[in-house]
């Protein structure tokens, strides 16, 4: 019999494949062992680090970000504090464990704050980690089906590494939420996923392998589609196979708006983003997150290593490669860094404000950056930029390292994601060599709404007119001194808010490698005539869902 259930969208699609149902070891609370807590904890910590080392190198960013956190928490010493408590008054380990990782779940549960709230699922999956390390359950490889939907209470960092995602159609979850590590790698995979889909488990205790349809534009799942609704998701995702074999035939295309050719680049966040966006055809790289070759590692890079990942990607396009330096801060863990814990690390001393205050650091990048053996194609762009003279600083001392090294610095351009940086772009672009607006952080900062909250998440939106009022006057002040400007946030690879950015006078969309060739179709569809008339009408509207109203008539 067919049953239906309700969901949150996690990562949008329709796809329907038998179920592969991962369930968490079954480990008794009783269970011997003469290990300790502290090494049950490194051990522990270790592997994740692994995990996080071999999704980073496979560009998989923002799953080693998650993975990263889950080594933190492991070794936290107020959960390790309440296991030996409870070990101390003869509780078994695993038992200890279980009842000092339930506390912090439920103290979390306990919060108003939905993004608190949500954060108690990744508590509870520390604990499975523990517990597996406990019990000396290696993780493996999962054998999956082709087209498989992946069903379970919840999946943790290390079933997903295992993961081949090229069999996984969708993903189905009973608990987390939109920030929950099943919908970061699922929207990285562009595989469908649902989560929040209560009694799923339940559903499929009679056939584990059931058919099982996931609806991630609606919120459902359906175990045991009935012939109709197969049926209707069939046409579905034949419409959605055409539109992506259309949008295939864009790879490597040059794409124009209102005459001017627009770069669809890459935004690269480790080693293995580079191959991406290569096979991908962008047109160079908009945004290389160089703090990935800080992350996870006992002490900085040199010049030496730092060169040769620079000059890969710039040797690898034809078109340009902005490096961004350095941009972490007291949000990012960086032990080697001694970086002091901050109240409020997004308006904190990150990006170049760290880089000024660490002159040797500094230099080392961008000294770096010189040596790359072709800088015609290199941009060096820096982060977190609040006002004249932090170009101004930054422009120095990268003036100073390359008269030391008898050479021509590279074309320096600035971020422009803070509010201030925005309002002061007619003098920034006086002075700048191109802009690059980063939508993610400057939607935040324009509506005082952290973008990590999902209970915020409807101020979580580039669409904003506050946040298009301020790139307006950005793209405006860039026209007005004959420079570039782009896009390497978020809003980027948002088809309506890609299209009011080129209405406004964006010439570039630096997308992740997946999107490229959908970024390049909607730019060809697009009547620019049209798109510009529109954009500039959408910044008197009072709202975000206004301004998407206003465009989705014209989206392709």
């Known amino acids: 019999m067919s049953r239906t259930l309700t969901a949150r969208v996690a990562s949008e699609g329709v796809a329907i494949g038998p179920a592969a149902v991962i369930a968490a070891a079954d480990v008794a609370d009783d269970l011997a062992t003469d290990r300790s807590f502290d090494d049950v904890a490194a051990a522990t910590a270790a592997r994740l680090t692994d995990a996080a080392a071999t999704v980073r190198a496979e560009g998989r960013a923002e799953e080693a970000e998650v993975l990263e956190a889950y080594v933190l928490m492991a070794a936290d010493p107020a959960l390790a504090g309440g296991v030996a408590t409870r070990t101390a008054e003869g509780a078994p380990l695993v038992g200890a464990i279980r009842a000092a990782v339930a506390e912090v779940v439920a103290m979390f549960l306990a919060m108003e704050d939905e993004y608190f709230r949500q954060r108690a699922d990744d508590v509870a999956a520390v604990g499975r980690e523990l517990v597996a390390t406990v019990a000396g359950i290696d993780a493996s490889p999962t054998t999956l089906p082709d087209g498989a939907v992946v069903c379970a209470r919840d999946l943790t960092p290390a079933d997903t590494v295992h993961l081949d995602l090229a069999r996984v159609a969708a993903i189905a979850t ?41 609806d991630a534009e609606g919120g459902a799942v359906v175990v045991g589609p009935d012939a109709s609704a197969r049926e209707d998701a069939s046409r579905r995702i034949e419409a959605a196979a055409r539109v992506a074999a259309e949008q295939r035939t864009y790879r490597g295309r040059r794409v124009t708006f209102a005459g001017r050719r627009i770069l669809v680049a890459a935004n690269v966040g480790g080693r293995g983003d580079v191959d991406g966006a290569v096979e991908a055809a962008a047109d160079g790289i908009g945004l290389l997150r160089s703090e990935f070759l800080f992350l996870e590692r006992g002490d900085a890079p040199d010049v030496d290593e730092q060169r040769d990942a620079y000059r890969a990607a710039v040797e690898a396009f034809e078109d340009p490669t902005i490096v961004r330096t350095l941009d972490i801060g007291g949000d990012k863990e960086v032990p080697y860094l001694r970086l002091p814990r901050e109240e409020n690390p997004f308006l904190g001393v990150r990006g170049l404000r760290l880089s000024l205050a660490e002159p040797a650091l500094f230099d080392t990048q961008l000294d770096a950056l010189l040596g790359v053996a072709d800088p015609h194609r290199l941009r060096v762009m820096l982060p977190m930029v609040s006002a004249v003279a932090d170009l101004e600083a930054g422009s120095a001392r990268l003036e100073e390292r390359a008269r030391l090294a008898s050479t021509t610095p590279p074309p320096l351009g600035v971020m422009i994601e803070t509010p201030a940086a925005a309002l002061l772009a007619p003098a920034l672009a006086r002075r700048a060599a191109f802009f690059s607006i980063g939508t993610n952080d400057l939607t935040q900062y324009v509506t005082a709404a952290d973008r990590t909250n999902a209970a915020l998440g409807s101020h979580q939106d580039a669409a904003n007119p506050a946040v298009l009022q301020l790139i307006e006057r950005t793209c405006r002040a860039a026209d007005a001194a004959g420079i570039h400007v782009g896009v390497c946030g978020e809003a980027a690879g948002d088809p309506a808010v890609a299209a009011v950015l080129l209405g406004l006078g964006v010439t570039e969309l630096s997308v992740a490698s997946g999107r490229i060739d959908r970024t390049r179709w909607l730019v060809d569809q697009l009547d620019a005539e049209r798109i510009r008339e529109v954009a500039h009408e959408a910044l008197s509207l009072p709202d975000a869902d206004a301004v998407r109203e206003l465009v989705a008539p014209l989206l392709p």
């Open 174 to 214: 009973e608990q987390g939420g939109p920030t929950s590590h099943t919908a970061i790698v699922a929207r990285a995979a562009g595989i469908p996923a649902v989560v929040g889909a209560t009694g799923l488990l339940a559903a499929l205790e009679a056939d584990p392998a059931a058919e099982v349809l996931v």
